[in-house]
């Protein structure tokens, strides 16, 4: 399970409003993402994804999230400290995780044109489109993260769970078993009613995720919608998917 590490080596910019820094980007609120990359080749069925939120940005390249603070200087990326999540990925994923580290440190010039933001370095580029809201109900929502007072831990590797909501009914696959019940949407909150589940016998890591999930998946919870992340829980546990 990952932890959050602070990685002084490696540096991440915090991007802020052009209102902060006459000549940067606009770019608060906002979360880019897409495939089109220069100067390096991303690992199979991966994207780059950078989201901006006041002095805060946070980035993924397939394995791990990383998010730091800096500033602009015009249109110029200038750096500060990158902290990272700590998942257990395959080889290609972190050495994908340190050049866009590495990308981020090397002040890069951005570029915003409608819905596309471009970072330029040298004779590496990434060319990232706008994201807007998945939609909760209709959407296959991926199984990304478990939080409990406030620590993320990331999906046992092997183990893939989802949840989707329609027409007032959960299809939930616990990772192993798979099921579902009732639930009513009202404006940031899920009310579910009785879960019924198959019950199988399963591995220890996705019965230690099944277990959180229905810890969760109870009762009236609160839901939030990042662009393509939704958040669900209560109290000091969370549930953090991807919409796919």
């Known amino acids: 399970m990952g932890t959050k590490r602070l990685l002084p080596a490696l540096l991440l910019p915090v991007l802020l409003g052009c209102s902060a820094n006459a000549g940067g980007v606009d770019v608060d609120g906002e979360t880019f993402s897409g495939t089109e990359v220069t100067g390096y080749e991303l690992a199979p069925d991966t994207q780059i994804s950078l989201t901006f939120s006041g002095e ?94 406030e620590a993320i831990s990331s999906i046992p590797q092997g183990v893939e769970a989802s949840l989707k909501i329609n027409d007032g009914q959960a299809e939930i696959d616990f990772g192993c078993n798979t099921g579902g019940g009732e639930v009513t949407v009202t404006e940031g909150q899920l009310e579910f009613g009785e879960l019924i589940r198959t019950l199988k016998g399963c591995e220890e890591d996705a019965t230690e995720v099944e277990t959180q999930m229905l810890s969760v998946l109870q009762g009236t919870v609160d839901y939030e919608i990042d662009r393509s992340q939704l958040r669900i829980g209560s109290g000091d546990e969370r549930l953090h998917f991807i919409a796919e």
């Open 56 to 149: 805060q940005v946070s980035a993924e390249a397939g394995c791990n999230t990383l998010f730091g603070q800096g500033s602009w200087e015009g249109s110029e990326l200038h750096v500060e400290e990158l902290a990272s999540t700590e998942m257990g990925c395959e080889a290609a994923l972190h050495e994908q995780d340190e050049w866009l580290a590495g990308f981020l440190q090397s002040t890069p010039v951005a570029s915003l044109e409608g819905a596309t933001l471009t970072l330029t370095s040298g004779d590496d580029s990434l060319t990232l489109t706008r994201e807007e809201d998945a939609e909760l109900e209709g959407t296959r929502w991926r199984l990304d993260g478990l939080e409990r007072n």
